[in-house]
Nanobody, 124 residues
Framework: QVQLAESGGGLVQPGDSLRLSCAVSGRTLSNYGMGWFRQAPGKEREFVAAISRTGARTYYADSVKGRFTISRDNAKNTLNLQMNSLKPEDTAVYYC?????????????????WGQGTQVTVSS
């Protein structure tokens, strides 16, 4: 059974940093691309960042480019998202997801397993 568990969310002030982690079990992480999505209240889930199986390629939404960094540790079966210079508009529930073998990294439809999400709130 594949399970993804996010951690690291919390309440921070604008300009602060947070590091999210996603622990994966039941699936060998190195065989799959991975991604982060987020969903703010009243809005649809949106793409944040993704990373290829080996980590050689990364993809970012324009809204987070230059502030967020996605990384993976295949030996530990863990996915990470370093978030710097956080803004109030980054407030959302953040989900990690494991990509199936095909489909665009940017589309949620390409991912077949999802975590339960972790809340990130950026507020002064």
């Amino acid at each position: 059974q594949v399970q993804l568990a996010e951690s690291g969310g919390g309440l921070v002030q604008p300009g602060d940093s947070l590091r999210l982690s996603c622990a994966v079990s039941g699936r060998t992480l190195s065989n799959y691309g991975m991604g982060w999505f987020r969903q703010a209240p009243g809005k649809e889930r949106e793409f944040v960042a993704a990373i290829s199986r080996t980590g050689a390629r990364t993809y970012y939404a324009d809204s987070v480019k230059g502030r967020f960094t996605i990384s993976r540790d295949n030996a530990k079966n863990t996915l990470n998202l370093q978030m710097n210079s956080l803004k109030p508009e980054d407030t959302a529930v953040y989900y990690c997801a494991s990509r199936s073998y095909s489909g665009s990294y940017y589309s949620s439809q390409a991912y077949d397993y999802w975590g339960q999400g972790t809340q990130v709130t950026v507020s002064s």
